[in-house]
């Protein structure tokens, strides 16, 4: 499927770190027809005494992620490369290094800190290796 080489064409250096981004339009076309004719395949090779198989939705763009490969020379920030770049952004731009040429997604919200209450005089949490009573 994807080769594993630097997104520079041409660069032969050997891949070092990796991101993702979304599919291009072909790509996922290409991964929706696979996914169509595996079940397909499934359906053709169903027991007719069962009840049909069912499937999920076909996957569309925001279920799939492409990897991206990089050298150690042409690598994108590891701030970037946490975060699910754009489909056009297969390459990113040389001038730009070590940012890219799209607007990544947002990474998931960071998680809120836990909220801090106060409890009454007297009370306290149960540490959790304790068994309850
Ligand atoms: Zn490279
Ligand atoms: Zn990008």
Redesign the pocket.
Known sequence: MTDRTCWLTGCLGAPAVQWS?RPSEAELANIVAAEQVRRDEIIAAADPEQPAPQFDPLPTAADIHVAVHACSEHP?SMD?ATLT??AT?TT?LLGKLPS?????ENAAPPTPPPATVTLPTGWVIASPEEPAP
């Open positions: 981004r994108i970037l770049h754009a952004c990113p890219c040429g799209c607007t990544p």
